[in-house]
């Protein structure tokens, strides 16, 4: 086992798109393990890879667990949303079942179009649903209003335009 300082180190030395695994397979404490993915999230471009083991462990996780990956102004501003709630993805089918969705749908809409994402002719959809806020994490780091949720309800989808 070693230390969450040990576990940052050599998680920001992968890139985005590798960091996601680093931080997966990080033998660190099981608390330490939703902190690291909390502190990291952000800075992942490739969550997909990993997304059945981290899946796994929101799903299984208590809501203490949850509240270590967020920071202390993401707990309070999760505590003021309702206990049921809409959240938006904005994907292609190839990525329809992500981790990451956003409470706000115009965010939403534009991440298929980012350069990224952008998949050329493919059709981009919107993805509707709605998150018990007691299994849910919130990051407000990059302004995308995300909710990390690993069971999403009433899920419809629309093409994007």
Do not use: H
Request: hydrophobic fraction near 40%; aromatic fraction near 8%.
């Amino acid at each position: 086992m070693i230390s969450l300082d040990d576990a940052l180190g050599a998680s920001r030395l992968a890139n985005s798109f590798t960091r996601i695994r680093t931080v997966v397979l990080s033998p660190v404490s099981r608390p330490d393990w939703f902190r690291l993915l909390g502190s990291e999230w952000s800075v992942c471009d490739s969550v997909w890879s990993a997304r059945g083991v981290i899946r796994s462990m929101l799903l299984e996780a208590s809501r203490e667990e949850l509240d270590l990956m967020m920071e202390p102004e993401e707990r309070a501003a999760l505590a003021l949303l309702p206990e049921r709630f809409t959240v938006y993805r904005g994907c292609y089918a190839v990525n329809r079942a992500g981790l990451s969705w956003s409470t706000d749908r115009s965010i939403a809409e534009r991440f298929p179009r980012l350069m990224r994402y952008n998949r050329p002719g493919e059709q981009s959809i919107l993805r509707t649903g709605t998150v018990a806020r007691d299994r849910v994490v919130l990051k407000l780091d990059r302004d995308e209003k995300e909710i990390i949720a690993a069971r999403v309800y009433n899920i419809c989808e629309e093409p994007l335009l």
